[in-house]
């Protein structure tokens, strides 16, 4: 085992899974470092909870070498589960029982002592907002109770890596920022989270990486920012006081167009400091003032709608 592999969380390489004749993943690596959130994000039928269940040791993948938390993931299964963590949309909570028993529950299946699965269940119900609804039975909880018991319950047995699969698919926003707010205490803890979402903003908000899944294969990955800045549509718009102003500084940019308004230019950037930096210093040079600029960086949603699908086919996240 590579130095790289034994400090991942998750590592992948050619990863395969088809149903039938019908190929759902078509040779994926991964490589999550500890402590980081990875989200995997894809449309609809992308993909993502076949990943996760691959990656949980639910499913057996048709091919590919993958370790979880150091623990090959065909030879060592039972190392694996020990060490994760899964919630979504295999929920194993009971909804007959209240949230305190499931929790208890919970704490048997991991041999917990008397005290300390007293203890972890009452931390645990604080933690995620459920104290007051404890001796309730789940059947009368909202669905963002549902899902912070769901994930309260992984959280018994201290997973290292915990696979959260569309977290927040079908939550208020109120509830999905709440969501938000556990995961980041999580990873605060050095937890690694897989998250998968159709979210471009839950993956903008949380994740250190992304992946975006199309028809099989990772075609992108990176931070927000760096697939924000593959996508053309990037610039930065520069607001003029004098039409004067403005036709030296088209003179001298040379690749600028109007925008709109006659007094605004916009210049094609990637969005980097460095651009930036650049334009401000060739503007500088010529003595040229300008009264505003600002950067437009594609958001995650151009990104997505650029990289996945034919254009007739596009999924339009929400
Ligand atoms: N057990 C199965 N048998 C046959 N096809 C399946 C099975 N599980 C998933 N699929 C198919 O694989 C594709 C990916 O599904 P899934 O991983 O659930 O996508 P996602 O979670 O991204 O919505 C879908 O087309 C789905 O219909
Ligand atoms: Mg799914």
Redesign the pocket.
Known sequence: MSDKRSRAAIAATGLRKS??D?V?LDGLDLDVPRGTVFSLL????????????ILSTL?SPDAGEVQVAGHDLVREPDAVRAAIGVTG?FSAVDNLLTGQENLLLMADLHHLGRGERRQRTALLLDRFDLTDAARKPVSTYSGGMRRRLDLAMTLVGRPQVIFL??PTTGLDPRSRRGMWRIVRELVADGVTIFL?T?YLEEADELADRIAV?DRGRLVAEGTADQLKRRIPGGHIRLRFADAPGLDTAMRALGQATRDGDALTLRVPSDGSLRALKGLIDHLDQRAIEVDELSVHTPDLDDVFLALTGPSDQKVTPR
């Open positions: 149903f039938g019908h759902v894809g449309a609809n039928g992308a993909g993502k909870t076949t990943t996760v269940k499913l949309q699969d569309e998968t159709q899944l």
